[in-house]
């Protein structure tokens, strides 16, 4: 604790403003607390003896100990837990998961609750990369389908990373993934991988739309962000949108762009409409 208030101390005098300040205290804070957390929840892993109940009126056999990742409001906790496999059911189940409420979830209740509580109306959320790239499918879509169920009638954002997915048969099936597990939005990026949107990825992601309306009728937005910068770029992606995944799309509630330089760039172009000549970018604003 001594330590990081004389680290954040030496941040505040080099410079960095109260508000880095805060939000690098409470990131410190929260991983420590999840440290915590897992120490705490490591002194019970549920194990019930050689054999233990499945459940469904038979007996499981002890079959060593997993780990399992809880997503929790302090961050990604591991939890270590006894599993067992029932013969007559053919699955696994750890009888530690239904204590903490967390069977067949990854999210923990309390981040659950606070995502119900907060009553969002937009939830973003990125996929698990790490799981999809290691075809763990099933994993990542009953991921989206926890976060799904747990932010109601929240629009939910699915966020893909496509800068990370290597190719655009993976952003597809991505995109495919996260439209069945429930998503309203399909997103190119969080902006910190580059690279973010491109062109291609985002005539992928729109084919997958049209695709999916098609096969179910109904229509999921997508967003795209990061790398469109200037109005030219923005009217590019109108046309793939318009040519890829038709017209109904270009409306707010199916196609958006996130980009704060594009916004700075529209607002160049408008004045030089009004008055015939471009300004200094320093005239905008550069958020
Ligand atoms: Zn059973």
């Known amino acids: 604790m001594r330590s990081l208030a004389g680290l954040t101390a030496g941040m505040l005098g080099q410079g960095a403003g109260l508000g880095v300040l805060e939000h690098a205290m409470r990131a410190a804070l929260a991983a420590a607390g999840a440290r915590l957390l897992e120490a705490v929840l490591a002194g019970e892993s549920g194990y019930r003896g050689p054999r233990a109940d499945c459940g469904r009126g038979h007996q499981g056999a002890f079959a060593g100990c997993r780990a399992k990742t809880v997503t929790t409001v302090l961050g990604p906790v591991e939890v270590m837990r006894a599993w067992y496999h029932c013969g007559q059911c053919r699955r696994g189940f750890a009888p530690r998961d239904g204590q903490l409420g967390v069977a067949g979830a990854s999210l923990s209740p309390g981040l659950a609750e ?139 509630e199916l196609f958006r762009i996130g980009a704060s330089s594009l916004l700075n760039d529209l607002l160049m172009q408008r004045a030089k409409q009004l008055t015939g000549a471009y300004a200094g970018p320093d005239y905008f604003s550069i958020d």
Not at 147 to 153: F, I, N, P, Q, T
Request: proline content about 4%.
């Open 114 to 252: 606070m995502i119900a509580r907060a009553g969002a109306d937009e939830v973003d959320m990125v996929i698990d990369r790490g799981a999809f790239l290691a075809g763990r499918y099933g994993q990542v879509f009953q991921e989206i389908r926890q976060v799904r169920e747990a932010c109601g009638a929240a629009h939910l954002k699915v966020i893909l990373e496509t800068g990370e997915l290597a190719t655009l048969d993976n952003v597809s099936r991505a995109a495919w993934l996260a439209m069945l597990a429930g998503a309203d939005f399909i997103k190119t990026s969080t902006g910190k991988v580059t690279p973010a949107a491109t062109p291609p990825v985002t005539l992928v992601m729109l084919a997958a739309v049209r695709d999916y309306a098609e096969a179910t009728g109904c229509r999921v937005g997508v967003k795209v962000a990061g790398g469109v910068r200037t109005a030219k770029d923005a009217i590019r992606y109108l046309v793939l949108v318009r040519e890829t995944a038709g017209p109904q799309w270009l409306t707010p």
